[in-house]
């Protein structure tokens, strides 16, 4: 088992910076590939960034260049840095933990860019 708990979220101006925080515990954190999501109201959840037990960092088309996904293996913890945010990342983001079968979930945590 594996319990997740994201933090950071919250409300940024268009252009603005957070940092999202992924802690978790109850496993052996090294061994899982990491991802966060978003969903937006009326939308499909999306994933947004992927890293992998590895290292190996993948991302979603829209947040290139502007998202990096990261982790701390000694805290247990994956981050989400968000710069340039524009209102179209205004979303709820979850994190995600994966290990061959196993898939764990956070409760998220909402994301509002607006003027």
């Known amino acids: 088992q594996v319990q997740l708990v994201e933090s950071g979220g919250g409300l940024v101006q268009p252009g603005g910076s957070l940092r999202l925080s992924c802690a978790a515990s109850g496993s052996i954190f090294s061994s899982y590939s990491m991802g966060w999501y978003r969903q937006a109201p009326g939308k499909q959840r999306e994933l947004v960034a992927i890293i992998t037990n590895g290292g190996r960092t993948n991302y979603t088309e829209s947040v290139k260049g502007r998202f990096t996904i990261s982790r701390d293996n000694a805290k247990n913890t994956v981050y989400l840095k968000m710069n340039s945010l524009k209102p179209e990342d205004t979303a709820v983001y979850s994190c995600?933990?994966?290990?061959?079968?196993?898939?764990?979930w956070g409760q998220g945590t909402q994301v509002a860019v607006s003027s």
């Open positions: 995600n933990a994966e290990r061959y079968s196993e898939g764990y």
